[in-house]
T-cell receptor, first 112, second 114 residues
Framework: EDKVVQSPLSLVVHEGDTVTLNCSYEVTNFRSLLWYKQEKKAPTFLFMLTSSGIEKKSGRLSSILDKKELFSILNITATQTGDSAVYLCAVELNQAGTALIFGKGTTLSVSS | NAGVTQTPKFRVLKTGQSMTLLCAQDMNHEYMYWYRQDPGMGLRLIHYSVGEGTTAKGEVPDGYNVSRLKKQNFLLGLESAAPSQTSVYFC?????????????FGSGTQLSVL
């Protein structure tokens, strides 16, 4: 059975801290891994990763994929209260039309 | 530029009542999906469609039915609502292409079943 596991499930940090969110997967026929941010409404797209070792970066957020060890990490540096959200990891299979497989998400709370 | 539109945004039902959630997309996408989201559970796939006139079951299909009579619309029906169906429902669409952003989400429907 295909599955995506995120850890930790929740995390509380202070503003300015750096956090690392983890996503591991066991799927057949992997195509890509995606990260989303969700703030009480629809998820918004952050990154898509397909190749090992190539970092994707956007401002204070960055992510990398390890296809050998089957995991990805999402780093957030110098956290701000606006980073408080649920971060979802999803895996896309290499099969047309199949839905993304989501993990349960990591709830990040950043206190001021 | 509407994207994916879900109606209604909120609904309260009594146990046993029926209702239909409507999802409409204006991007000419082939693939459409219905997910439900419960606290601490991520997004779980209910049903999906790979084209007009086709539907398939996802991870949690029991108690739901769907129809895709027109390419732009994907309907989710609850024939006899149960409290366990209290959830936030998201519709999404995709063109299955090579672009980074795989799914385009609607804004969600908050459903409470009393």
């Amino acid at each position: 059975e295909d599955k995506v596991v995120q850890s930790p499930l929740s995390l509380v940090v202070h503003e300015g801290d750096t956090v690392t969110l983890n996503c591991s997967y066991e799927v057949t026929n992997f195509r890509s891994l995606l990260w989303y941010k969700q703030e009480k409404k629809a998820p918004t797209f952050l990154f898509m990763l397909t190749s090992s070792g190539i970092e994707k970066k956007s401002g204070r957020l960055s992510s990398i994929l390890d296809k050998k060890e089957l995991f990805s990490i999402l780093n957030i540096t110098a956290t701000q209260t606006g980073d408080s959200a649920v971060y979802l990891c999803a895996v896309e299979l290499n099969q047309a039309g199949t839905a993304l497989i989501f993990g349960k998400g990591t709830t990040l709370s950043v206190s001021s | 530029n509407a994207g994916v539109t879900q109606t209604p945004k909120f609904r309260v039902l009594k146990t046993g009542q029926s209702m239909t959630l409507l999802c409409a997309q204006d991007m000419n996408h082939e693939y459409m999906y219905w997910y439900r989201q419960d606290p601490g559970m991520g997004l779980r796939l209910i049903h999906y469609s790979v084209g007009e006139g086709t539907t398939a079951k996802g991870e949690v299909p029991d108690g739901y039915n769907v129809s895709r009579l027109k390419k732009q619309n994907f309907l989710l029906g609850l024939e006899s609502a149960a409290p366990s169906q209290t959830s936030v429902y998201f519709c999404a669409s995709s063109d299955g292409g090579a672009g980074d952003e795989k799914l385009f989400f609607g804004s969600g429907t908050q459903l409470s079943v009393l």
